[in-house]
């Protein structure tokens, strides 16, 4: 009696724990009888991170979307799941959700996780998971074959691709006219880059050259430092799907940051170490204490931006000049190219287990139609769309990103969408500071070279 | 004389040192919300209110408070609760292998509280349909908790003199009468730190709500203060600071109400 | 056993056998003991246990977060193990989590909490109040604000704390990264320590302070012969507890990512990054339980380093 008493009041206790609890939560999805519900996810959250894009789904593709679905006759509600988190989070979200059989019906991913989504069987081809529309979408036309082979694996498309961008040099006009350097400055070799360091240097300028390096940077030092310069260098991390180890091209970009960062006063080692160095490197450029700078368009539109940047620049269209990353020598870049660059871009697809997966790519379209990029991208919000047709209209205003579209993009390459390339990545950041700490040139590129075969599975898929 | 005298020098040094040591970090959260272009660096602020009202205009900003008050509270609640009618059976009946157990049971906690544990608890709460509710992760956040909680209180409860339960019983007070009347009383200072500890814990969790909860509606303070940065990962430090100091004001309101109602502190029970 | 576990019931079993119902005083019983033990225990059982167990399982797995290892992980055994005790990353970090587990819990915290502890323990009013309430705060303020707090505090260029010593320029994150990480998780944790160290003081009867000060005991020989006698359960429990803690802190990542080159890459990072970064989910199922496993002999250290003073 006194046992189930007191067993009755530790149930009544935590009933009430558990009511309080659940005051938050509410019901489930409602959608029966003929009304179809879909979901959209992005990383991408109303006064936060990415909020334009946010608020454009909820406030225009959304309405705009239910709108047309009801003149067709169809009943459908569009819900939009927002994230707001480091894409490493969002992606163990995803997979997590996706494993599961769960998550959004349209989903928002970086063209980077393609081929490990695909072979873990998280996201299908979308023919075979919408039907032929995928395949004679009439974006396709619109998209040049370069974007394209973002959303591409293994021959097959994934998803549709959402945008892409490009790298650059920044370099600040005030500081060059000092160190006595051209305004419309385009060097043609690395040396070029190093001797306006120099003359940076002795006019006074704190960081002559910032070229991201260190693991503190993460996918940072990656694309804004070791994989622009390898294409500069005449190499690719992943070729004919070997990995270059210790070649030529790597033990040259590790030469060129020994350069910048190895005791010559070009570049600040100390700020590539700090948890918080990209912010500073930021911050300092628009304080005008860094000379030049390889950085994508972000830089341009999120960073510097005078209105919504997080260091802005009220005189950046004056100030900001941007030039090509030189190959090591003319020619000498891949495909022979004098310059080089490398793009990246987001990819929007479908999650192979929706209920309702024709709606989900009506939908998916919908977003990446003409209407819709270019109402996404007015009011200072432009970005380069993956659509040829959009972006004539919309880049007219933009210098910078006209720039990239027409002289950058023609030239620029991609990472190997494969599982194991976020780990070959960090193997690379570590190689950067190894050279920079003192590590003699030419052992670095022998360390990572090890590393690399304990990650790819062995000396087989690994050429030197 | 003098002795005494350089004492209290001594004794008044050791203390300021020891209050700048904790006091200095906190300055910025007492200036940058107020300052209309915070940096690191602190600075007298210009007494903004700007940025207060970007916060106030936040879709989630404020809800994510009240869903992380919700979290907190429920697994405080549940914490509290089950580790003082485990911990007090623990302590006055010796049950077998009961320590190996707790240090058993204290040693798995820090597995589960690590990041190898996501995948498990994400798939275990999608099993028994607690996924994307508040409910599931209070009951995951308590299981973590409770047995460094119930390893806490025990040790409370094996000080405290066993003679007032005694005297309870031979007036007839049932055993639950006894933990409520006689045993909580004694030990509420120590029930009060595990409230606060809880919410502590539950207040700062970042990865698990994230991962068990889809919906931004019910998204604790913790996940949407992650949001607050710019798509390159670049700190929106204006805002940041200010919900920064936001979201601390309330874990720090419950402390003060959990210790001015309970004198909050390690007790350690009656003098003998 | 029992009683060589846990000190603090060295009293209760000292009186049990001798006194029937003294221990189980309310008169439980083994039956009613099991029912109050029982909702706890069901929870524990079914989120903790079982996953912990899963967890235990995973580092057998070569399973994967993304990629062909996702879709069908394979069990290897304990290649996983093999694979962390040749890997230099993780031996740094094995090495690195020591020092920061002695450095701010063993030492910073335990030190500072008991100093803060003893300081006020005869105090009443003001000072105990503003004393104990900034120790606390730094406690129970969101690990997520902290971390802005302390770059605050350290930043090389406009930190407060060059700013306060007038040396700009000085990087403490990256020239002292433990240092910074240890001072950051003695100022994030002492409390605790405080608030165990002051309860335990309170029980110190004051007579018998008294009397070893009429015999001429200096402060020091007060502490060893008196307090720490009457204290040495809670330094026992203290010890635990913190450095179990410590050691699955996550904290530092929030200030220093790991760096500089992964000198502060302390096993909590290590699992961070090969788990949630690399996606390496097995890899960093069997870390986490070797970290269990150190957990352990820490744990069977403390309890027979205190055993035998006593």
Request: proline share 6%; glycine share 12%; net charge negative.
């Given at each position: 009696m006194v046992r189930n008493r007191s067993?009755?009041?530790?149930?009544?206790?935590?009933?009430?724990?558990?009511?309080?609890?659940?005051?938050?939560?509410?019901?489930?999805?409602?959608?029966?009888?003929?009304?179809?519900?879909?979901?959209?996810?992005?990383?991408?959250?109303?006064?936060?991170?990415?909020?334009?894009?946010?608020?454009?789904?909820?406030?225009?593709?959304?309405?705009?979307?239910?709108?047309?679905?009801?003149?067709?006759?169809?009943?459908?509600?569009?819900?939009?799941?927002?994230?707001?988190?480091?894409?490493?989070?969002?992606?163990?979200?995803?997979?997590?959700?996706?494993?599961?059989?769960?998550?959004?019906?349209?989903?928002?991913?970086?063209?980077?996780?393609?081929?490990?989504?695909?072979?873990?069987?998280?996201?299908?081809?979308?023919?075979?998971?919408?039907?032929?529309?995928?395949?004679?979408?009439?974006?396709?036309?619109?998209?040049?074959?370069?974007?394209?082979?973002?959303?591409?694996?293994?021959?097959?498309?994934?998803?549709?691709?959402?945008?892409?961008?490009?790298?650059?040099?920044?370099?600040?006009?005030?500081?060059?006219?000092?160190?006595?350097?051209?305004?419309?400055?385009?060097?043609?070799?690395?040396?070029?880059?190093?001797?306006?360091?120099?003359?940076?240097?002795?006019?006074?300028?704190?960081?002559?050259?910032?070229?991201?390096?260190?693991?503190?940077?993460?996918?940072?030092?990656?694309?804004?430092?070791?994989?622009?310069?390898?294409?500069?260098?005449?190499?690719?991390?992943?070729?004919?799907?070997?990995?270059?180890?210790?070649?030529?091209?790597?033990?040259?970009?590790?030469?060129?940051?020994?350069?910048?960062?190895?005791?010559?006063?070009?570049?600040?080692?100390?700020?590539?170490?700090?948890?918080?160095?990209?912010?500073?490197?930021?911050?300092?450029?628009?304080?005008?204490?860094?000379?030049?700078?390889?950085?994508?368009?972000?830089?341009?539109?999120?960073?510097?931006?005078?209105?919504?940047?997080?260091?802005?620049?009220?005189?950046?269209?004056?100030?900001?000049?941007?030039?090509?990353?030189?190959?090591?020598?003319?020619?000498?870049?891949?495909?022979?190219?004098?310059?080089?660059?490398?793009?990246?871009?987001?990819?929007?697809?479908?999650?192979?287990?929706?209920?309702?997966?024709?709606?989900?790519?009506?939908?998916?379209?919908?977003?990446?139609?003409?209407?819709?990029?270019?109402?996404?991208?007015?009011?200072?919000?432009?970005?380069?769309?993956?659509?040829?047709?959009?972006?004539?209209?919309?880049?007219?205003?933009?210098?910078?990103?006209?720039?990239?579209?027409?002289?950058?993009?023609?030239?620029?390459?991609?990472?190997?969408?494969?599982?194991?390339?976020?780990?070959?990545?960090?193997?690379?950041?570590?190689?950067?500071?190894?050279?920079?700490?003192?590590?003699?040139?030419?052992?670095?590129?022998?360390?990572?070279?090890?590393?690399?075969?304990?990650?790819?599975?062995?000396?087989?898929?690994?050429?030197? | 004389m003098t002795r005494f005298v350089a004492g209290r020098i001594g004794f008044y040094t050791l203390v300021a040192l020891l209050l700048a040591f904790f006091t200095i970090p906190l300055l910025w959260l007492a200036s940058a919300p107020f300052t209309s272009n915070p940096t690191y660096e602190v600075r007298v602020p210009d007494f903004t209110w700007e940025n207060f009202q970007i916060i106030l205009d936040h879709p989630y900003a404020l809800g994510s408070l009240v869903n992380s008050l919700i979290l907190a509270i429920g697994t405080a609640v549940l914490v509290v609760v089950m580790s003082a009618l485990a911990a007090y059976a623990l302590s006055r009946v010796r049950l077998p292998g009961r320590d190996a157990l707790l240090y058993a049971l204290l040693l798995l906690s820090s597995i589960i509280t690590g990041t190898a544990a996501m995948v498990p608890l994400f798939q275990l709460a999608i099993e028994l349909g607690l996924i994307d509710s508040h409910t599931g992760l209070i009951l995951i956040m308590t299981g973590g908790l409770l047995p460094a909680a119930i390893f806490m209180i025990k040790d409370f409860m094996d000080t405290t003199p066993k003679s007032y339960e005694e005297s309870a019983r031979v007036f007839g007070a049932s055993p639950l009468q006894i933990v409520r009347h006689v045993v909580v009383p004694v030990v509420r200072p120590g029930l009060a730190t595990i409230a606060v500890w809880t919410i502590a814990n539950v207040w700062g969790n970042f990865l698990m709500p994230y991962l068990l909860l889809s919906d931004v509606e019910k998204q604790p303070a913790a996940v949407i203060m992650y949001t607050l940065y710019t798509e390159g990962g670049q700190a929106n430090l204006k805002v940041l600071s200010t919900f920064g100091l936001l979201y601390s004001v309330p874990v720090v309101l419950m402390y003060l109400f959990v210790s001015k109602k309970y004198g909050f502190r390690f007790h350690g029970g009656i003098k003998r | 056993m029992a009683q060589q576990t846990s000190p603090p019931d060295t009293k209760a079993l000292d009186e049990s056998p001798a006194r029937g119902y003294s221990s189980d005083a309310a008169g439980l019983g083994r039956l009613r003991a099991g029912a109050f033990v029982a909702p706890a225990l069901a929870l524990i059982a079914v989120f903790l246990v079982f996953p912990a167990l899963w967890v235990i399982y995973l580092g057998l797995m070569n399973y994967r977060l993304t990629g062909i290892a996702a879709a069908e992980p394979q069990f290897v055994g304990l290649d996983n193990y093999l694979k962390a005790l040749s890997d230099p990353g993780f031996w740094n970090s094995t090495v690195l989590t020591f020092q920061f587990v002695l450095g701010s819990a063993v030492i910073g915290q335990v030190v500072l909490g008991f100093t803060l502890a003893w300081l006020m323990?005869?105090?009443?009013?003001?000072?105990?109040?503003?004393?104990?309430?900034?120790?606390?705060?730094?406690?129970?303020?969101?690990?997520?604000?902290?971390?802005?707090?302390?770059?605050?505090?350290?930043?090389?260029?406009?930190?407060?704390?060059?700013?306060?010593?007038?040396?700009?320029?000085?990087?403490?994150?990256?020239?002292?990264?433990?240092?910074?990480?240890?001072?950051?998780?003695?100022?994030?944790?002492?409390?605790?320590?405080?608030?165990?160290?002051?309860?335990?003081?309170?029980?110190?009867?004051?007579?018998?302070?008294?009397?070893?000060?009429?015999?001429?005991?200096?402060?020091?020989?007060?502490?060893?012969?008196?307090?720490?006698?009457?204290?040495?359960?809670?330094?026992?429990?203290?010890?635990?507890?913190?450095?179990?803690?410590?050691?699955?802190?996550?904290?530092?990542?929030?200030?220093?990512?790991?760096?500089?080159?992964?000198?502060?890459?302390?096993?909590?990072?290590?699992v961070y990054k090969t788990a949630l970064q690399a996606g390496d989910l097995g890899y960093g199922a069997a870390i986490s339980t070797i970290i269990l496993l150190i957990n352990l002999v820490v744990a069977i250290f403390y309890l027979r380093l205190l055993r035998r003073k006593g």
């Open positions: 067993m009755g009041v530790v149930a009544v206790l935590a009933a009430s724990a558990l009511g309080l609890a659940a005051c938050g939560q509410s019901s489930g999805d409602g959608g029966e009888g003929g009304a179809i519900e879909l979901t959209i996810a992005q990383n991408a959250i109303a006064g936060g991170k990415n909020a334009a894009a946010a608020d454009h789904i909820a406030s225009w593709v959304i309405p705009k979307f239910e709108e047309a679905q009801k003149a067709k006759g169809k009943d459908v509600t569009v819900k939009f799941v927002p994230s707001g988190v480091d894409d490493e989070q969002y992606k163990t979200k995803l997979s997590l959700d996706l494993k599961s059989g769960k998550g959004a019906d349209v989903i928002d991913i970086d063209g980077i996780w393609a081929g490990e989504f695909a072979e873990a069987g998280y996201i299908k081809p979308l023919a075979e998971v919408a039907g032929p529309e995928a395949e004679s979408w009439e974006g396709w036309q619109q998209i040049p074959e370069a974007v394209q082979g973002l959303a591409t694996y293994n021959g097959k498309k994934y998803a549709l691709p959402v945008g892409t961008d490009g790298r650059v040099l920044y370099f600040n006009k005030t500081l060059f006219q000092k160190a006595g350097l051209p305004a419309d400055w385009q060097p043609v070799s690395w040396q070029e880059v190093l001797d306006a360091g120099e003359k940076l240097k002795s006019s006074g300028v704190p960081v002559p050259i910032q070229i991201n390096a260190g693991t503190a940077m993460g996918e940072a030092t990656t694309m804004q430092g070791v994989l622009p310069l390898l294409a500069g260098a005449g190499g690719e991390v992943q070729v004919d799907g070997k990995w270059t180890g210790a070649a030529q091209p790597l033990k040259d970009v590790l030469g060129l940051y020994q350069k910048v960062y190895g005791g010559s006063g070009l570049g600040d080692p100390k700020l590539q170490q700090e948890a918080k160095g990209r912010d500073k490197s930021f911050q300092q450029f628009a304080e005008g204490k860094v000379g030049i700078l390889l950085e994508g368009d972000y830089f341009w539109r999120g960073v510097v931006n005078p209105k919504t940047g997080v260091a802005p620049m009220a005189d950046r269209e004056e100030v900001v000049g941007y030039a090509k990353i030189p190959a090591i020598e003319p020619g000498k870049g891949i495909r022979g190219q004098d310059f080089v660059s490398m793009s990246g871009g987001a990819l929007r697809t479908l999650n192979p287990n929706s209920k309702h997966p024709k709606e989900a790519f009506e939908l998916l379209a919908f977003t990446l139609s003409a209407d819709a990029l270019k109402e996404e991208t007015k009011d200072g919000n432009v970005r380069i769309t993956p659509r040829t047709d959009v972006n004539k209209e919309i880049l007219a205003g933009e210098p910078l990103l006209t720039y990239i579209s027409d002289e950058v993009l023609p030239l620029t390459a991609y990472r190997p969408p494969v599982a194991v390339y976020p780990q070959v990545s960090v193997a690379l950041q570590e190689a950067t500071p190894a050279v920079a700490g003192g590590t003699a040139a030419d052992q670095a590129p022998a360390d990572y070279q090890k590393k690399l075969e304990g990650i790819v599975g062995g000396a087989a898929n690994v050429a030197s | - | 323990r005869n105090r009443r009013g003001t000072l105990k109040s503003v004393v104990e309430g900034v120790v606390i705060l730094a406690w129970i303020l969101p690990s997520a604000v902290v971390a802005f707090l302390w770059v605050a505090l350290l930043d090389r260029d406009s930190g407060t704390l060059n700013a306060l010593l007038g040396i700009p320029g000085f990087a403490w994150l990256l020239d002292y990264p433990m240092l910074s990480i240890i001072l950051f998780n003695t100022w994030r944790g002492t409390a605790f320590s405080m608030m165990l160290y002051g309860a335990a003081l309170g029980n110190v009867p004051p007579s018998h302070l008294e009397s070893a000060r009429l015999a001429g005991a200096s402060g020091w020989q007060q502490l060893r012969d008196v307090v720490f006698p009457h204290i040495r359960g809670h330094i026992l429990t203290n010890l635990l507890l913190i450095s179990l803690w410590t050691f699955n802190d996550f904290g530092p990542f929030l200030l220093t990512a790991g760096g500089p080159e992964n000198k502060t890459e302390i096993l909590a990072v290590y």
